[in-house]
């Protein structure tokens, strides 16, 4: 459950007063018309616009013209005025990325068109404030401010065991939300690579987690490769997906992977819960919630095995998450950053093209901040209280890097959009 905060840009066409025509427009083949686009954006995020006259009813539906502003201002007092854009890289007909820059820093950022005429903006996003002079210090510093607990690292991979750059609380567990699954994509892989599986492999949709995702929506019996499943399970974590492979991998070969992939405390995911199973869990209450975490691995399996999870595939995922953080401390999965070097260190010495490919399908990175990397692959998890991210990173010279952090707050939900700001910048500074 990975989010993006969304938002705007500039284009300094009209920054300098230029006026493009229908017809110029039509000439350049869509640019001249983002470009533009991005003017008028700019001019209703500094006040000055018509917001209906730039995004279309969809857009102004989900993000009010208060709420841009509000974006703005948070921005601009972060970064002083906007001053201009830079690296501007048209993706598509209606889509271009862009680094709206300010007078102490840059952000990221990316528009979509609508492409029906008159071409409104049906999509923008600024995917994180970089100040000028961004360093380590600051952002441990950053870190440090957070309420809750919170950690993160930088890890260079060779061999050995990964090696730690810089970090803050790296080896304190962290409940990581759906980050866990990165462990169930290693095993999968290990067992394709033993040749015990095939990504091609067909397994009926059965055991229904609790509504959402893709999978969910398939009829019971439907048959999914393998492959399918586990891209559903990265890229979108889809929870079914998840669970049909917990269970088709097996609790031998996840505890294997967990200790293959160095876990400082393995029985913290033994058994490895399924989605359904943490759902029902955290809705038992928080007497069962101690119970399980006071539980020894083999009493676990047992209270997991007795749980009803008959009517949990129709249950509303309200009734346990958005109204703040639940059981966060006993009823999750734990690791910490340097846990999750670890297992993301397994994935790259398994060295299959397919998992690899999987961990790209989502970079949860802005276009300019992942050109600067050859290969990016993510996980990240999320739910109140709750949020990691990590990476794995491999620069043009071929060195390979874990970048990850955590952040829990048993008290209240976590601002994931200053979170993922947080992270985006630890991003950058791992290339230096």
Do not use: C
């Given at each position: 459950m990975d989010g993006w905060r969304h938002v705007l840009k500039l284009a300094l066409v009209l920054l300098l007063g230029i006026s493009v025509t229908g017809t110029a427009m039509a000439q350049t083949g869509g640019e001249a018309l983002l470009r533009a686009r991005m003017g008028e954006v700019v001019a209703v995020m500094q006040g000055k616009g018509d917001p209906a006259r730039t995004f279309d009813t969809r857009f102004l539906a989900a993000v009010p013209p208060d709420e841009l502003r509000a974006l703005a201002n948070q921005l601009v007092a972060q970064g002083g005025p906007i001053t201009g854009i830079a690296d501007f890289r048209r993706e598509q007909q209606g889509s271009a990325t862009f680094t709206l820059t300010f007078a102490k820093g840059t952000a990221p950022a990316r528009i979509e068109l609508n492409p029906a005429a008159p071409g409104l903006v049906s999509g923008l996003r600024i995917f994180g404030f970089t100040p000028d002079g961004d360093s380590l210090d600051?952002?441990?510093?950053?870190?440090?401010?957070?309420?809750?607990?919170?950690?993160?690292?930088?890890?260079?991979?060779?061999?050995?065991?990964?090696?730690?750059?810089?970090?803050?609380?790296?080896?304190?567990?962290?409940?990581?939300?759906?980050?866990?699954?990165?462990?169930?994509?290693?095993?999968?892989?290990?067992?394709?690579?033993?040749?015990?599986?095939?990504?091609?492999?067909?397994?009926?949709?059965?055991?229904?987690?609790?509504?959402?995702?893709?999978?969910?929506?398939?009829?019971d019996g439907a048959p999914v490769t393998v492959h399918t499943l586990a891209s559903l399970m990265i890229a979108i974590s889809d929870n079914t997906a998840t669970d049909i492979l917990v269970r088709l991998v097996g609790q031998e070969d996840l505890a294997r992977e967990v200790e293959l992939a160095g876990h400082a405390r393995p029985e913290a995911l033994a058994p490895m819960m399924t989605t359904a199973q943490l759902f029902a869990l955290k809705r038992s209450?928080?007497?069962?919630?101690?119970?399980?975490?006071?539980?020894?691995?083999?009493?676990?399996?047992?209270?997991?095995?007795?749980?009803?999870?008959?009517?949990?595939?129709?249950?509303?995922?309200?009734?346990?998450?958005?109204?703040?953080?639940?059981?966060?401390?006993?009823?999750?999965?734990?690791?910490?950053?340097?846990?999750?070097?670890?297992?993301?260190?397994?994935?790259?010495?398994?060295?299959?093209?397919?998992?690899?490919?999987?961990?790209?399908?989502?970079?949860?990175?802005?276009?300019?901040?992942?050109?600067?990397?050859?290969?990016?692959?993510?996980?990240?998890?999320?739910?109140?209280?709750?949020?990691?991210?990590?990476?794995?990173?491999?620069?043009?010279?071929?060195?390979?890097?874990?970048?990850?952090?955590?952040?829990?707050?048993?008290g209240a939900p976590v601002d994931a959009s200053r979170f993922e700001m947080l992270m985006l910048r630890l991003a950058k500074l791992a290339r230096r």
């Open positions: 600051k952002l441990d510093g950053e870190f440090a401010t957070l309420p809750g607990k919170a950690g993160f690292a930088i890890y260079r991979l060779a061999q050995g065991r990964p090696r730690l750059i810089r970090g803050r609380a790296a080896d304190k567990p962290f409940a990581v939300g759906s980050t866990f699954k990165l462990y169930v994509l290693a095993a999968l892989a290990r067992q394709v690579k033993d040749g015990k599986r095939h990504w091609n492999d067909v397994v009926p949709v059965s055991g229904k987690s609790f509504p959402g995702g893709t999978i969910h929506t398939l009829p209450g928080a007497q069962t919630a101690a119970a399980y975490a006071a539980a020894t691995p083999a009493e676990r399996e047992g209270m997991l095995a007795a749980l009803d999870l008959s009517a949990i595939s129709s249950a509303d995922p309200g009734e346990v998450f958005g109204h703040g953080p639940v059981a966060i401390d006993t009823v999750e999965w734990f690791a910490s950053p340097a846990d999750l070097a670890g297992v993301m260190d397994d994935l790259r010495r398994l060295d299959s093209a397919e998992a690899f490919a999987i961990l790209a399908i989502n970079p949860a990175m802005d276009a300019s901040t992942a050109r600067g990397w050859r290969r990016v692959g993510y996980k990240g998890g999320s739910e109140d209280g709750v949020i990691s991210m990590t990476w794995l990173l491999q620069d043009k010279d071929g060195a390979w890097s874990v970048v990850t952090g955590s952040w829990n707050d048993a």
